[in-house]
């Protein structure tokens, strides 16, 4: 057995070798890489929470330090500090089935493909939560949950992209199974009551 499911962000296309139905494994990345769900709707003047994690297939050590939550300043061009709390926790490969729980929290729910064939372990984990005890107006807009240097602002992070809200969402109709892992994640925060962020 392999133990813990942590590998679902990976393309099934991404060869490593054969196993006996011939079908192939997935190869890790090599690097970090943030999983978390990018759409996040809470109500204003109540508490919002939810779940991320930073997965780790390489050698290299996981950090606390390496973890940035910003929110993206559109007027401005810059990663401002978010009023969100953010506590978090790194996992290593012996106790890494303690974060089964966390990640099996993170999977899309259009990921029931039923592929459970034996998958590699990873190294090391963070788990962690990001939440607000009291949602205002201000909170509402597109964060950036960044794994690795202190982020920087890249032209790219002040792209516009919709944010489905749920009054207005539509299922994609033909959901990437397996998003690319990357070390960067956006995340869009809806509060109710308040109206839609705007990126000037």
Do not use: M
């Not at 204003?44 to 910003?70: C, E, M, P, Q, T």
């Not at 490969?93 to 034996?118: Q, T």
């Amino acid at each position: 057995s392999s133990g813990i499911n942590a590998e679902w962000p990976l393309r099934p296309g991404a060869l490593a070798h054969h196993d006996g139905d011939r079908r192939p494994r997935p190869r890790p990345p090599r690097f970090p890489f943030v999983v978390v769900r990018p759409h996040q709707v809470g109500e204003k003047g109540k508490s919002l929470a939810f779940r991320f994690a930073v997965i780790n297939y390489g050698n290299s050590s996981l950090s606390l330090d390496n973890l940035h939550f910003k929110k993206i300043n559109f007027r401005n061009k810059t990663l401002d500090d978010a009023d969100f709390d953010v506590s978090a926790r790194i996992i290593n490969r012996d106790d890494v089935e303690k974060a089964k729980e966390h990640l099996e929290k993170l999977r899309p729910d259009h990921d029931h493909d039923g592929d459970r064939r034996p998958r590699p372990k990873p190294q090391s984990v963070i788990i962690g939560n990001i939440s607000s005890d009291a949602l205002e107006c201000d909170d509402r807009g597109l964060y950036l949950l960044a794994y690795g240097k202190r982020p920087n602002p890249r032209d790219e992070d002040f792209k516009p992209i919709p944010i489905p809200f749920e009054e207005d969402r539509r299922p994609h109709p033909k959901p990437h199974p397996r998003p690319h892992p990357k070390p960067v994640a956006k995340v869009g925060v809806f509060v109710r009551g308040c109206l839609k962020p705007h990126f000037d």
